[in-house]
């Protein structure tokens, strides 16, 4: 019976560790004295199974444990709760990785579109890609859709809402969908270059629903959300309703539960359907180290179960200073970000032009032979 | 305008708070440089205000900042992601608590039955409330049902899912409310009391749905969900939705340290229409204090803006040997939920009934006017 593997780490003395193992295997599966269990089938195949610990550093231990994938079923929440529910709760718990059977991955299916669905749409080929975001919250539609023109008119890729635009009052989703096009449409007729518009949806499954809808009568083809907002299940819902369009995933709340960021954003995110995944860049506004956001980078592009590679989008703080240095860092096979940063400039469109300008110039056959990262290279 | 405030606990050193303080204001409301936001609405009101900075102990600050309410709209994930979105993506950041306007407070509404309406339902005037949960996951329909059986006949007030309990192949949701309900039906009529069984509902909001209208189709009247699994915006629509049902908030994936759990128990959880949270208790599998323990109590029961009082369900490796000491640490305000320590017992009925037992015969009276926490006395 196929099984799911679930890494954790944790702080331990290693006279300690081999309980502490058998304690999350019991509480991840069956959640009661094993003793008590009588039943063959759940004594065999049901309760979780310590396979390994290893000692990665002083103390810090590596556990690996597998559960039945039958206790997962086919919910990426359930996923979520058998790797990680209740062990959330623990202080010093880390859920480090996760491995899954061939048929759940296959279930799950990952990106529809993916990274080189993303630079097909804007006509890319094996350079970086560019995004940047309207905001603040608090302007009028007809003020967001005013920037997105003009991040447009300097060549930006993909033009996403910034992730605090939700449904308000001063700035409601149906205005903002309705400013945003007409404006991207009309400079897209003065240009004749397309630029997609990622709006951010929000609220429950229904509410994202009608705004997945309302988005796609005005012949929008990407949207952006937080799964661990909106929760994971109805993220894979609304992936699996629309297979037109692609998703961006925004990481929001996903700090909390202490769960691995490559796995979380590059792997999870990834195997729901993020066709591109948002994190904090290093040296931004966000204590991401260079280890961890490489780490996010692979997770999401890695050749894997014939999943589509998710296109890797750092961000937070980012400038258009900071470009090379993050082309060096990523090649080819990211997304940039940069927003507030575009927004202090005098000249916004200029400033843009000026960004988009930074990542096509960027020599990425060179680097792609020096940087050792071919593996990814687009 | 009516603000929402927002209290974080961080680390600093006395000569960096304020400038932390005001990049917490700023990531969690405009997200950019405020040098260029040149719309007053936004500077005068949508952009987040350090309201207050303290030192509660060595370097570690309490820093109060408010947010416009608008922001927030009247989505549950809306308001998550206002409070600690980004912030959450912080290492050191805790979210420690929040204060909303009238407003937005009756419009998330509370509780809409709450501890007492919990009470009424079993016959339970002015004692503590007993439940147990059907587990471990992997056994079928009618074991569970044959637990929740012998639950009923020892006398526990509710039959609850365990919470890894979902839609499995090997115990569907649909044959669990079919077996549990007959076989709880079975026993109201023998024992002329009824036993209220609280199915776990987990997956989309479309399949929590279904799972709700199946529920009550075999006269269910609670459910159980994972808010953060489920995501708040659809755990507030279901109980929207289905005013006569009460909710089971349970914790799963709700993180140990990041966010103040009597914040998100008792508070938030309680805000969006939890009539009763679980958590885990001092002293069991999990290592939560006797003060953050009696921190979510307080919050979940306490007079506040109006709402019903939700109760207090402590959990995690709790046995009948500690009902005594739990009832002198929670008074009769509480609901204790026993699991696999009745499991192991050989007469499962006669475990369940020497729990009962403990809860019925302890002094209440006594206890309220000795330990001083008659404010909450049932």
Same mark, same amino acid.
């Given at each position: 019976?196929?099984?799911?593997?679930?890494? #954790?780490?944790?702080?331990?003395?290693?006279?300690?560790?081999?309980?502490?193992?058998?304690?999350?295997?019991?509480?991840?599966?069956?959640?009661?004295?094993?003793?008590?269990?009588?039943?063959?089938?759940?004594?065999?195949?049901?309760?979780?199974?310590?396979?390994?610990?290893?000692?990665?550093? @002083?103390?810090?231990?590596?556990?690996?444990?597998?559960?039945?994938?039958?206790?997962?079923?086919?919910?990426?929440?359930?996923?979520?709760?058998?790797?990680?529910?209740?062990?959330?709760?623990?202080?010093?718990?880390?859920?480090?990785?996760?491995?899954?059977?061939?048929?759940?991955?296959?279930?799950?299916?990952?990106?529809?579109?993916?990274?080189?669905?993303?630079? %097909?749409?804007?006509?890319?080929?094996?350079?970086?890609? %560019?995004?940047?975001?309207?905001?603040?919250?608090?302007?009028?539609?007809?003020?967001?859709?005013?920037?997105?023109?003009?991040?447009?008119?300097?060549?930006?890729? #993909?033009?996403? @809402?910034?992730?605090?635009?939700?449904?308000?009052?001063?700035?409601?989703?149906?205005?903002?969908?309705?400013?945003?096009?007409?404006?991207?449409?009309?400079?897209?007729?003065?240009?004749?270059?397309? %630029?997609?518009?990622?709006?951010?949806?929000?609220?429950?499954?229904?509410?994202?629903?009608?705004?997945?809808?309302?988005?796609?009568?005005?012949?929008?083809?990407?949207?952006?959300?937080?799964?661990?907002?909106?929760?994971?299940?109805?993220?894979?819902?609304?992936?699996?309703?629309?297979?037109?369009?692609?998703?961006?995933?925004?990481?929001?709340?996903?700090?909390?539960?202490?769960?691995?960021?490559?796995?979380?954003?590059?792997?999870?995110?990834?195997?729901?359907?993020? @066709?591109?995944?948002?994190?904090?860049? #290093?040296?931004?506004?966000?204590?991401?180290?260079?280890?961890?956001?490489?780490?996010?980078?692979?997770?999401?592009?890695?050749?894997? @179960?014939?999943?589509?590679?998710?296109?890797?989008?750092?961000?937070?703080?980012?400038?258009?200073?900071?470009?090379?240095?993050?082309?060096?860092?990523?090649?080819?096979?990211?997304?940039?970000?940069?927003?507030?940063?575009?927004?202090?400039?005098?000249?916004?469109?200029?400033?843009?032009?000026?960004?988009?300008?930074?990542?096509?110039?960027?020599? #990425?056959?060179?680097?792609?032979?020096?940087?050792?990262?071919?593996?990814?290279?687009?």
């Amino acid at each position: 019976m196929p099984r799911v593997r679930a890494i #954790y780490r944790l702080h331990s003395d290693a006279c300690a560790v081999e309980a502490r193992a058998r304690a999350i295997a019991n509480e991840q599966s069956i959640e009661m004295p094993l003793a008590a269990v009588d039943d063959d089938f759940v004594r065999s195949q049901i309760v979780g199974r310590v396979e390994g610990i290893s000692e990665k550093s @002083d103390h810090l231990y590596e556990v690996e444990i597998s559960l039945a994938a039958e206790t997962v079923g086919h919910d990426a929440g359930q996923l979520m709760n058998m790797l990680y529910g209740n062990t959330s709760l623990q202080k010093d718990v880390v859920l480090h990785d996760v491995e899954l059977p061939a048929a759940l991955v296959a279930h799950f299916a990952g990106p529809r579109h993916g990274l080189h669905g993303l630079r %097909t749409r804007v006509g890319a080929s094996a350079r970086a890609l %560019t995004c940047s975001p309207l905001k603040p919250q608090g302007v009028v539609a007809a003020r967001l859709a005013e920037l997105a023109q003009r991040f447009a008119a300097g060549g930006i890729d #993909y033009v996403k @809402d910034d992730h605090g635009l939700a449904d308000q009052s001063y700035s409601t989703f149906a205005d903002r969908i309705e400013a945003v096009t007409a404006a991207l449409s009309a400079i897209g007729r003065t240009h004749g270059r397309e %630029t997609p518009y990622v709006p951010s949806v929000s609220g429950d499954l229904d509410t994202m629903r009608r705004q997945v809808r309302l988005a796609a009568s005005h012949d929008v083809r990407a949207v952006m959300l937080a799964p661990m907002i909106a929760g994971v299940s109805n993220f894979h819902c609304l992936v699996r309703e629309n297979p037109e369009l692609a998703f961006f995933a925004h990481p929001a709340l996903a700090g909390a539960a202490r769960i691995n960021p490559a796995l979380l954003f590059g792997k999870l995110f990834r195997l729901f359907g993020a @066709d591109a995944v948002i994190f904090p860049n #290093y040296g931004g506004r966000f204590g991401y180290s260079q280890e961890t956001c490489l780490a996010i980078a692979t997770a999401a592009l890695e050749e894997r @179960d014939n999943l589509r590679p998710c296109a890797p989008v750092p961000a937070g703080g980012m400038s258009v200073g900071r470009v090379r240095e993050m082309l060096d860092f990523y090649g080819a096979d990211a997304m940039l970000l940069i927003g507030g940063a575009l927004l202090e400039a005098r000249d916004l469109t200029q400033a843009a032009a000026g960004f988009v300008a930074e990542v096509r110039q960027y020599p #990425y056959n060179r680097k792609r032979t020096e940087n050792g990262r071919q593996r990814t290279g687009g």
